[in-house]
């Protein structure tokens, strides 16, 4: 099982000098690396309607991959002696960022994702350097050990948990301080272990996510949305209206800008602790929590713009719906659903199971029968007596869904919404 755990740093001044400066050259030499690369791309492609001898013609050379771009590290020193400071670990930490980056965007991840054209990092974009192997033993008291940078002082906020060995070390740069998250590892236990809990009546809980309560469980408790982002927005605003009027590159606007950045850390922290908060509460309800499978990107997609026959645009509804994408924004959902809560639970050897949530709005929790609503209506109420508000019913739904209960889905032509396989012939 891998933890990462992140403690805070208190590097003295000289310290800190020579990490900015690590970053600095890290950064430079990434660029470097990545633009090899795409030269080599540059030089050696040539597009099928036209002729090669068009094409610059040069010596063909090696294409550039990790292990040559890691030996390139050694002529590196010799020529920028400089770079010498730098631990060797970290230079060839720095060439494996370049190689994944790339191998994203030409090959794509394990899933087979492709990720974008890698770009070159600026200042703002390079903050983290990492050792790919530290000594187990590098915490001494409030101090932690790292090669080359010598002891630095940090706050351990929490212990090493028993058994877990130190693997890797990150050093981060962020809008308040210096991090580090250390990499641990405890390879007496199983990453992903099964946990075999039977969900019952008894033991479940039903959990809908929403923009009016952020949880409706189907217990009754009823969970508003913080909206931290939102409380801070006329903080923000003003500090970006006051940063406008000053000059770029001006000290003025360089210091407007970081505490710009320290505010949006701010909103970004006590959204993550009231998640994590959120996500105890459930797991301490129930051994099993049952939650809708969402595509939350697809909800937070913008309108498509709208045409009439001369081609001019008409209102699409965006404005409104940029509102309610800050609104999912701000809640992080996903974020919830897809990270936090199945940790949490993982840890404490709870389940989170995701159901199908075609119907879990549209139906009466209690009798099951059909209750159309549109996205407006916000309160349940249905012939059989029951009322509530919607979200509370869609908790309800969604746990005697995963309990096994099947909603009939139909539309409102009537027609079923599942089609035969041999329907299309
Ligand atoms: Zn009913």
Same mark, same amino acid.
């Given at each position: 099982m891998k933890l990462a755990y992140q403690f805070k740093l208190i590097p003295t001044s000289s310290q800190k000098c020579r990490m900015s400066k690590w970053l600095d050259m890290l950064r430079h030499q990434y660029n470097?690396?990545?633009?090899?690369?795409?030269?080599?791309?540059?030089?050696?492609?040539c597009s099928i309607n036209a002729c090669p001898l068009v094409c610059s013609i040069t010596e063909p050379r090696e294409q550039p991959e990790y292990y040559g771009?890691?030996?390139?590290?050694?002529?590196?020193?010799?020529?920028?002696?400089?770079?010498?400071?730098?631990?060797a670990d970290v230079l060839q930490d720095m060439v494996k960022r370049v190689d994944l980056a790339f191998a994203r965007f030409i090959k794509g991840d394990s899933n087979g994702k492709r990720s974008g054209k890698p770009r070159f990092k600026s200042k703002n974009r390079y903050r983290t350097f990492a050792y790919q192997r530290v000594k187990p033993d590098c915490i001494q008291g409030n101090r932690v050990g790292l090669p080359k940078l010598g002891e630095i002082k940090f706050i351990q906020h929490r212990p090493i948990p028993d058994g877990f060995v130190i693997k890797r070390a990150l050093v981060t740069l962020k809008a308040d301080s210096w991090y580090l998250t250390l990499t641990l590892e405890d390879a007496g236990v199983p990453d992903n272990p099964t946990i075999d809990i039977e969900p019952t =009546?008894?033991?479940s809980i039903g959990v809908d996510a929403g923009l *009016?309560?952020?949880?409706?469980? +189907?217990?009754?408790?009823?969970?508003?949305?913080?909206?931290?982002?939102?409380?801070? =927005?006329?903080?923000?605003?003003?500090?970006?209206?006051?940063? *406008?009027?000053?000059?770029?590159? +001006?000290?003025?606007r360089r210091k407007l800008n970081h505490c710009l950045a320290k505010l949006h850390q701010q909103i970004a922290r006590q959204r993550k602790q009231w998640h994590f908060e959120l996500a105890g509460d459930l797991v301490g309800k129930a051994e099993v929590i049952f939650i809708e499978d969402l595509k939350v990107s697809n909800m937070a997609k913008r309108n498509k713009p709208k045409q009439d026959e001369e081609g001019n645009f008409l209102p699409n509804g965006q404005a409104a719906k940029s509102g309610l994408n800050k609104s999912f924004a701000d809640a992080g959902i996903s974020g919830f659903l897809n990270e936090v809560l199945p940790y949490k639970a993982a840890r404490a050897g709870r389940l989170v199971v995701k159901v199908n949530p075609s119907g879990t709005s549209q139906h009466c929790a209690i009798c099951l029968s059909r209750v159309p609503k549109e996205l407006s209506d916000r309160w349940h109420e249905?012939?059989?007596?029951?009322?509530?508000?919607r979200d509370l019913n869609s908790g309800i739904l969604i746990k005697k869904v995963g309990l096994g209960v099947r909603l009939t889905i139909k539309r409102e032509s009537g027609k079923s919404r599942r089609r035969s396989p041999h329907s299309n012939l």
């Open positions: 470097y690396l990545l633009a090899d690369r795409f030269d080599w791309w540059e030089m050696n492609r771009q890691k030996r390139s590290l050694v002529s590196l020193k010799l020529q920028r002696e400089w770079y010498k400071d730098i631990h =009546e008894a033991n *009016e309560y952020f949880a409706a469980c +189907s217990d009754g408790t009823m969970v508003e949305p913080p909206k931290f982002y939102r409380r801070a =927005e006329q903080k923000l605003a003003k500090l970006q209206a006051k940063r *406008e009027l000053r000059k770029k590159g +001006s000290t003025a249905c012939s059989c007596g029951a009322s509530m508000p």
